[in-house]
């Protein structure tokens, strides 16, 4: 993505760029200082370094909104330079700003950070946010990079909540404190591979989730955290959202063999058993960790 001029009238549409060392720089609804401007013409031009170099002073100095447009600067510059530990450390912060551009930026740069190091399940996660919070173009392209990193992942294809609505250069728009939740449909699309389970039950002794007061049970449904052709792949999967899991009140992650639409054995990472849709969407978010929501019923 390319900023906004500081001179700008409106802000430019944000580009996506689809080389190796592809990066964004966003900063439609902050309109940059004056003293950005050399940082942000450095980096149009490629010259990376100096734009980090620029920037990675004032991160830490001045106010709230001039640091977090340095650390989008100075990150995003990073992640050009290949150096994704700083990268990841400059712009994790930024995916709480209140500026929803600054937020949805700083998410989907570390979705492309992610995807250049292999972690499409990571990738995943950061673009499907990223669709919630930019607009427009930009919130296509992230929710195409979603799907693409999902598929790698060996994940269900995610479904998105309706992106925000353009706003002018100077809206500061205050982010929503819930988290956009992964989910598939009752039906698995052809190709997918989020697995059939063999049988409908995770487990033994699996407490199951009360519906909302007043919702009708449309269960059962479950979480899963991916399905891997390697066992050894999904035992590592769930040793890694075991705490995740238990912040959420659910069971450690069991495994269990399903197979897939192509008949494929793969290996399951699931937790809980819910009756209703809504709760276990809730509990997901719960957790803040990427996953989808599994409808267990006539498998």
Known sequence: MQPTRPNSARPRNLLWRSLPAATLLALASCQPAQRDADAIARFERGDYLTAYSLTINRTAIGPAQERQRAALIAGQSAHALGRHAEATRLLTPLIASPDLTVAGTARATLG??????????????????????????????????AQASARKAGLPAPTFAASRPPSGPNTQQQATGGTP?????????????????????????????????????????????????????????????????ARAGLPAPAIQAVRDDAGRSLFAVRSGVFRSRAVAESTLRQTGVTGVVLALAGQ
């Open 181 to 245: 939740s992964i989910s598939v449909n009752d039906t698995p699309t052809a190709g997918s591979t989020q697995g059939r389970a063999t049988t409908p039950t995770i487990g033994s002794g699996t407490p199951t989730a009360r519906p909302a007061s007043g919702a009708l049970p449309d269960g059962p449904y479950t979480l899963q955290f991916g399905a891997f052709a390697q066992r050894s792949r999904a035992e590592s999967v769930a040793r890694q959202y075991a705490s995740a899991c």
């Open 112 to 145: 492309m950070a992610a995807q250049d190091q292999g972690d499409h399940r990571a990738a995943t996660e950061h673009f499907t946010r990223a669709a919630t919070l930019l607009s427009g173009d930009d919130a296509q392209q992230a929710k195409a990079r």
